[in-house]
């Protein structure tokens, strides 16, 4: 085999990353003594680069007698791509040659990966000394770095030099743009782009999609999938997926719906944001369809993600039957599964009332990350486990994670559920002068039930008058019920108007007034406030419930005896009336006797 023949084969490795059938060409090279002709030298050496083998190029790079511009562009541009920016920038200070724009693109991603600034107008400045500033590969480069560093202007006068702008440097200007959140102006170079002549590809409207989210405006996103429709764009999992992202930021799950049905070759990607956007929707029987047939279809493999958000699902509808069959199949299918995957059991079954299994899911977690703690807290403080939610709070702290808001949420809750007011009140406090979290509506929302149920009640009703939030009809409505509960009617009044002010189509002031005055036997005042219920024309929502028998959830609703079985119910509530009237007579004749 002669130097022509061997430089061919190595480029064709390089080219499909075949590493094991470049090393055996590496191999003959040796052997055949060619490895010392630099030509082979930079065939080998790209191969290396392009399969991401940086340590093996190095060797090979180190070990030539004679190196060239092609040389130094393979192993700085193989560094680059490989995420080794330090030697990359180290081997172009090192340079004797004049350097190409290959080298100088290669050069400038790496400074804008590192973030640096200087080093990055340094070689800007270099590159224009040689004339290589204009030519588009090195100009994109450019652009890309300044809009990483904010440096918006900057990257417009690069664009204003560039001889030939292509699509991909008006790809990295929208891009720019939007990550720099000014949608405007990336709508402007999109549609100059569109007045030169150059048509969007795939990547263009994955910069574009940002756009309407950012700016949420619908009208822009519906124009963008016409245009992807019209170049035929939109049944490429790529631009299709995107479509359906879009769309689900809107919850408008039919457009979501249609946007994946045009998808030809669907990707876990399309399946998975079809599942997000009906948990979006709060459609999560529609979820649980989703996933159960693309079990059966098997196009695609089902990843984590797949998993969190059909558990998800699982856990909104407190599924435990299901939820429990979804991890089944978990453990039967996969070794080991991702943090995110875990999280989502652990709420499936404290929400589901299963205290244990969520405990037992977060020891057995390979490893753990904030949101993990967090879920853990929430969940021993809503089983009214206080002491227990605070104990994995410490241990949180002594494993070095910080916490943030959810975290003091979950506290707030804890301690209100079990009591501990003056914890309570001592975290509150941390939170703002430790940690530096700012109480956010939740937080004091928590705070207020806390003080409110504990019966401090002109403690919460002086915090409401200090903070902001307390004039949210929230606040005020869990004090409001708080009163109700221990008998004041005094702040009960007050916030009662309050409340009629700030929601005046809501029923809930009238009846916690009406129930508050019930309680202590105001009958006249009970009156009155039915009254002025009645005469403002508001209905109370009736309340429901969700059962799950066999699989399938049931829903019941107040006043609404509307359901397939409502005779066979009946007869079962008349034997049970009858059953404990029966029982009760037995055990009053034992009592006389």
Known sequence: MNVEGLGSLLHQCSKIKASRRGMCLHALAITSGMHSDTIISNHVLNMYAKCGNISLARRVFDG????????????ISGCSQAGDHGMALGLFSQMGFAPNEYVYAS????????????????IHAHSLKSGYAPVSFVANSLISLYMKLGLCDDAELVYDCVTEPNTVTYNTLIAGFVENHQTRKGFEVFKLMHEQGLLPDRFTFVVLSGIPLESKNLQKGMAYHCLATKLQLDSCAFVGNLIMT?????????????????????DSISWNTLMTASNQCLDYKKSLRIFKQLKVE???????????????????????????????????????????????????????????????????????????WNTMIAVYGNHGLGEKALEIFEQMLAMGVRPDSVTFVGLLIACNHAGLVDKGLAYFNIMIEQYGVSPDLEHFSCLIDMLGRSGRLYEAEELISEYDFGHDPVISGSLLAACRLHGNVDIAERLAKRLLKLQPLSTSPYVLLSNLYASGRAWGDVAEARKLLKVSGLKK???????????????????????????????????????????YSCQTNIFVS
């Open 298 to 372: 098997c196009t695609v493999l089902l990843d984590d993600f797949s998993y969190t958000s059909v558990i998800t699902a699982c856990a909104e509808l407190a599924s435990l039957h299901q939820g429990k069959q979804i991890h089944a199949h978990l453990i039967r299918t996969k070794l080991s599964w991702d943090v995110g995957v875990g999280n989502a059991l652990i709420n499936l079954y404290a929400k589901c009332g299963s205290l244990e299994y969520a405990c037992r899911v977060f020891w057995r977690m390979l490893s753990w990350n904030l949101v993990s």
């Open 541 to 583: 929502e009736p309340g429901h419930s969700l059962i799950e028998a066999n699989g399938t959830l049931r829903k019941f609703t107040m006043g609404n005896f509307s359901h397939a079985q409502e005779d066979e119910m009946k007869d079962l509530l008349r034997n049970l009336d009858w059953a404990m009237g029966d029982s």
């Open 246 to 266: 879009m769309y689900s930021k809107f919850n408008l799950f039919d457009s979501v719906e249609r946007a994946f049905r045009v998808i030809e070759d669907k």
């Open 64 to 75: 030539m007698p004679e190196r060239s511009l092609v040389s130094y562009s393979a192993m």
């Open 107 to 122: 050069a400038i991603s790496s400074c804008a990966s590192l973030e640096a600034l200087l080093q990055g107008q340094q």
